[in-house]
């Protein structure tokens, strides 16, 4: 009987970022998925899962996520002018190249990744 029963839970490579360690972490080769969240909007924890799917499934790619509560890093959320979240903003080797406000879809997410990936990333 499978009633009442949880699913198991997954553990989610998703690194977590502030004002003090964000540098160290996003200078790093690869590509980092940095989601700028707080435990209080409702679209950032709809991003979650999706996040974490592509944690896993993009890691063996060089794709990090990284996430940075805007509550707890203010320093670094204003310093990248975030004015709504969630707002991902996509970086390949430790450079900033776009980002994406509100809530992605993964395909729209797998589609990105695969155009840095590939060399064509979008510009804006």
């Not at 989601?35 to 993009?58: N, Q, R, V, Y």
């Amino acid at each position: 009987m499978l009633f009442g029963r949880k699913k198991p839970s997954v553990e989610y490579p998703i690194l977590h970022a502030d004002d003090h360690d964000f540098d160290t972490i996003i200078h790093q080769p690869g590509i980092a998925v940095v989601d700028f969240w707080a435990p209080w909007c409702g679209p950032c924890k709809m991003m979650e899962p999706i996040l974490g799917e592509i944690s896993l499934e993009w890691a063996d790619r060089g794709v990090r996520v990284v996430k940075v509560n805007v509550d707890e890093a203010q320093e670094l959320a204003a310093s990248f002018e975030i004015r709504s979240i969630p707002t991902l903003v996509f970086f390949q080797d430790g450079e900033p190249l776009f980002e994406m406000v509100g809530l992605v879809s993964k395909p729209i997410l797998q589609r990105e990744l695969g155009e840095i990936l590939d060399g064509n990333a979008s510009s804006g």
